[in-house]
């Protein structure tokens, strides 16, 4: 053997074992440290780190910046760390799908989804009931959770996916709308405001709002609209839930904006659709790109599509995909 072929027989050597790197180098980048993906691998430390240092040779850069027991990943490893990830975890779990896929076994398991409050109240009932008549022993487990504490469950694999609504769309997040409803202008019985048939946005500006907290995207997107019509506005009450939101819009307290899903019929106050300024909200799956779903998740996607949701003026349908 020469000296050049001597030179290449390493890096033949790691080729052939790069899955192990790149499972070695997931969970380093998962964990945070070393020592924590020796454990979840039931390898050595020294054994980790020196197929990190392999994957580093074999693709010319640096994974990892190293800061004692700590390491924090480049910008090249986090580009890595997307593109692995996916493929890791189907690998590793390629034998549990394959034999469920060829049983075609939807008679156990369970599905894990995670959604807000209005979510869980006003659209995932239905959804729900259609799918346990389809499926009775498959065990169906709602998280209530906000906005970010439902995107970290998502990152984490701790569900199988959400069902929400979104306006803005992280790079690593998968969001595809079902549904769509009109957004409304709703008011207490005998409102100022309530035998108009049609009301601009000036209109408002003299009554005090009810909305959820700062933090949640319907205030963000009430104020956004009335700073691009150059209409300033009030707020008298900030409080979480549309139901709540109701029963002190049905006292008089104040108007608010709220979305169509939340509308019913007993409800004992006035609507006004305000799509002439407000975007329609969209509600769907949002999931991380590239997760793989088990047959029991793909099954409630499939009813959430094929679903007949109750008829209702504010629900405009599947939105277009």
């Known amino acids: ?89 189907g690998l590793d779990t390629l034998n549990g799908r394959f034999n469920r896929q060829i049983r075609g076994d939807l008679d156990s398991g369970e599905v894990v989804i995670a959604a807000g409050e209005s979510t869980i109240i006003y659209l995932l009932p239905p959804l729900v009931a259609q799918f346990r008549e389809s499926f009775p022993n498959i065990h169906v487990q709602l998280r209530n959770v906000t906005g970010r504490d439902g995107l970290a469950m998502i990152r984490d694999d701790e569900v199988d996916f959400a069902i929400g609504s979104m306006l803005d769309v992280p790079s690593d997040i998968s969001y595809q709308p079902v549904y769509s409803f009109e957004p ?60 709540v939101i109701k029963r002190y819009v049905e006292l008089d307290f104040g108007v608010s904006i709220v979305t169509g899903i939340c509308l019913r ?12 300024y407000f975007p329609k909200r969209s509600y769907g799956v949002v999931m991380r790109r590239g997760k793989y779903l088990s047959p029991q998740a793909r099954a409630f996607l499939d009813v959430s599509e094929e679903a007949n949701m109750p008829d209702s003026p504010w629900r405009i349908g599947h939105s277009d995909r």
């Open 1 to 89: 053997m020469n000296d050049k072929e001597k030179t290449k027989s390493p890096r033949f050597y790691y080729k052939g074992n790069q899955l192990k790197q790149l499972r070695a180098f997931c969970a380093v980048a998962k964990s945070g440290k070393m020592t924590d993906a020796a454990e979840q691998l039931f390898l050595s430390q020294p054994a980790i780190s020196l197929q990190i240092r392999a994957l580093e040779r074999e693709l010319d850069t640096v994974l990892f910046e190293r800061h004692g027991p700590r390491i924090n990943m480049t910008r090249e490893g986090q580009e890595l760390y997307e593109m692995a990830r996916p493929l890791v975890e």
């Open 184 to 243: 409304a202008l709703i008011m207490a019985e005998g409102h100022d405001l309530a035998d108009r048939n049609s009301i601009r946005i000036e209109d408002i500006a003299p009554y005090g709002l009810i909305l959820p907290p700062r933090r949640l995207t319907t205030w963000r997107m009430v104020d956004r609209v009335f700073q691009q019509h150059q209409v300033p506005f009030k707020v008298t009450l900030e409080v979480g839930g549309w139901e």
């Open 265 to 276: 019929d007993d409800d004992k106050l006035v609507a006004k659709n305000m799509s002439a």
